[in-house]
Nanobody, 115 residues
Framework: QVQLVESGGGLVQPGGSLRLSCAAS????????MGWYRRAPGKERELVAA???????NYADSMKGRFTISRDIAKNTVYLQIDNLKPEDTALYYC?????????WGQGTQVTVSS
């Protein structure tokens, strides 16, 4: 079982930035990939971005440009930088980790964009 703990969410004004963190309970090299998903009110959960064990990144088409996924291997942590936040970015942001056929989820961190 991989434990994932997200942090960094909060209330931010439109145009602001946030960096979300996802700390894993084990060496992230042992994981095939890690990613960020989000679920906005009344919508399905959707992929934001993912990063593989080799460092390759992948973004959902609608997320390219304002979202940046990165990692700190020494801290077993993956980050999601979100710039120029918009009200439609309001969502619960989840971290996920894939190890072979298993997927593990964090509890999520709430991001609310409002003036």
């Amino acid at each position: 079982q991989v434990q994932l703990v997200e942090s960094g969410g909060g209330l931010v004004q439109p145009g602001g930035s946030l960096r979300l963190s996802c700390a894993a309970s084990e060496n992230i090299f042992s994981l095939n990939a890690m990613g960020w998903y989000r679920r906005a009110p009344g919508k399905e959960r959707e992929l934001v971005a993912a990063i593989t064990s080799t460092g390759s990144t992948n973004y959902a088409d609608s997320m390219k440009g304002r979202f940046t996924i990165s990692r700190d291997i020494a801290k077993n942590t993956v980050y999601l930088q979100i710039d120029n936040l918009k009200p439609e970015d309001t969502a619960l942001y989840y971290c996920a980790a894939d190890r072979w056929h298993d997927r593990f989820w964090g509890q999520g961190t709430q991001v609310t964009v409002s003036s």
